[in-house]
């Protein structure tokens, strides 16, 4: 069902909690045995709509219905699971080269970071709630990072987590995250304390340390002003972005082989090997 396939959709929907199971210290639910309704309940038929699709199950195919009730089957272990509401993000249909995938976001995490159930060969439910841990050990590393080379606590810092194969602490030795995760990162700097020249000096040493750490990343570095920097948060980040403040950006991006650089400043994207753009910088 081409149409709840998107990874992000902008239909965003709470599934009432059906039962209060309270969280389990485990990352699977063993055995589960997929449900065959000839119905749909209120929330199919929204999430249905939300997506233009019809809404009556006669008129759905058959790949769209077992899609519909995979989804509601997925998100409501994470309810039951966790004792808390999470909403709907998106889908990917099992396919010979893909795994069947669940994409949702819970209601108490203000960072909005992705969570994923898959089902294995066994139809075990697996999911990767669990890794926030990581997330934010990664965000604060990064955090520390940043204002520790601009020397100032006066940096807004988001964190986006696209992707985390990493469900234990255990599996991180030294910061090393081996590329299993990948996460999006929005920062705000003053324009009274920083400029986009500084930045893209500073972008090469930031190359070669998110390469150390062997972290996938999007990075965005907004110069603003007339804002106090302190109250940017993820609820509002997106209004500085507003002429009325915004300057400057650089975009970097950064995974396990290239760089790729765009912004204000740069007409088209750029592309660079890591070891090249890290090289760059230090022949400048």
């Not at 604060?140 to 992707?163: K, P």
């Not at 599996?171 to 999006?184: K, P, T």
């Amino acid at each position: 069902m081409k149409k709840l396939i998107a990874l992000i959709t902008t239909a965003i929907l709470a599934v009432s909690m059906v039962t209060s199971c309270g969280k389990s210290n485990s990352s699977r639910q063993i055995g589960h045995q997929w449900q065959n309704s000839e119905t749909l309940n209120e929330w199919q038929k929204s999430l249905l709509e939300a997506q233009g699709l019809p809404t009556d199950i006669e008129k759905l195919t058959s790949s769209q219905k077992r899609s519909i009730q995979h989804i509601y089957e997925m998100i409501t272990y994470l309810n039951e699971k966790y004792d808390e509401e999470f909403v709907y993000a998106g889908y990917v249909e099992p396919g010979l080269m893909d795994e069947e995938t669940l994409y949702a976001r819970s209601l108490s995490d203000k960072k909005k970071r992705t969570v994923t159930v898959k089902i294995d060969s066994d139809g075990d439910f697996t999911d990767d709630y669990m890794g926030s841990s990581v997330a934010d050990y990664c965000e604060n590393l990064i955090g520390d990072y940043i204002r520790s080379y601009f020397d100032s606590a006066e940096i807004g810092y988001l964190m986006f987590v696209n992707t985390n194969r990493i469900n234990s602490m255990k599996d991180v030795e030294n910061g090393d995250f081996n590329w299993d995760i990948g996460v999006q990162n929005i920062f705000f700097l003053s324009n009274d304390e920083v400029t986009l020249d500084e930045i893209e000096a500073f972008s090469h040493d930031y190359a070669n340390w998110l390469f150390e750490h062997k972290i996938i990343s999007n990075n965005q570095f907004n110069i603003v002003r007339n804002t106090d920097i302190k109250i940017i948060s993820y609820s509002n980040y997106d209004t500085y972005y507003h002429e009325d403040y915004f300057v400057s950006r650089l975009n970097l991006v950064i995974d396990t082989q290239k760089v790729i650089i765009s912004g204000s400043t740069v007409d088209h994207p750029k592309y660079y090997d890591i070891e090249e753009y890290i090289d760059k910088g230090a022949k400048q």
